[in-house]
């Protein structure tokens, strides 16, 4: 039976992407993705949502696809009941998928469990505190301005919920969401400045964290003292018998 697939926002964040402060978010996203993927290895990853943009053109791994419900993906399905098996996945990269979808939870349970013990996942987000997210607040219309932003800190909350740790993160795009490319440009100088002063506050954030697994550890048996314990009295007995003189009868022999 075919899993059910649901409509997905990402078609409407896909044609914001295409406007001016889409393509700034986009280039900075693309620029910072590039360096984190290009050091997970394994054998299989998936981009969930946006298919018009490779975020994972930069990794090595055979495997590649693009999963979700808008037209144009690879695998065509609902993301919080992901048709992948369980700790089948080495990488899976989520470009804003979270703060439009209707149950987040749900979609990182399922991240979780398709991800392979140290496996990766790497998302993407737009921070509430910061410009951007005040825009939001004086108008929720439209996108990206409908979704419901979460902060980095309630992120990695929920990571931690689910064993993972988080490994690296950045902000970026600390420009007003200028609607004009020219304004966009005039306040690049922000960037750097941004990274100094106030870097918690740019626009978007991206941050990686690994799967981690419990290590087992082995309760060895007690029959392995006893002997040890055995072996150890036979040793002291032959020292004994070989190095002193046995005493029979109160008499030397």
Known sequence: MSTPVTACPASGLAQWLATPQGEYVRAWEQDRLDNIVADIFGYNAAQLGLPGWDLLRSNRIALRFIAGAEPGVALATDLTQLPLATHSMDLVVMPHVLEFADDPHQILREVERVLMPEGHVV?????????????????????????????????????????????????????????QSKWLRRFAFMEKAGDRWWPIAGGVYIIQAVKRVQGMRLVMPAWRTAVAKQKSLATVARNGTHGFKVIKGGRDS
């Open 123 to 179: 998302i993407c987000g737009f921070n509430p505190f910061s410009l951007w997210g005040m825009r939001r607040r004086f108008s929720s219309r439209g996108f990206p301005w409908q979704g419901r932003y979460l902060s980095l800190p309630r992120i990695k909350d929920w990571l931690a919920l689910l064993g993972f740790e988080a490994n690296r993160g950045c902000f970026g795009c600390y420009a007003p969401p200028a609607s």
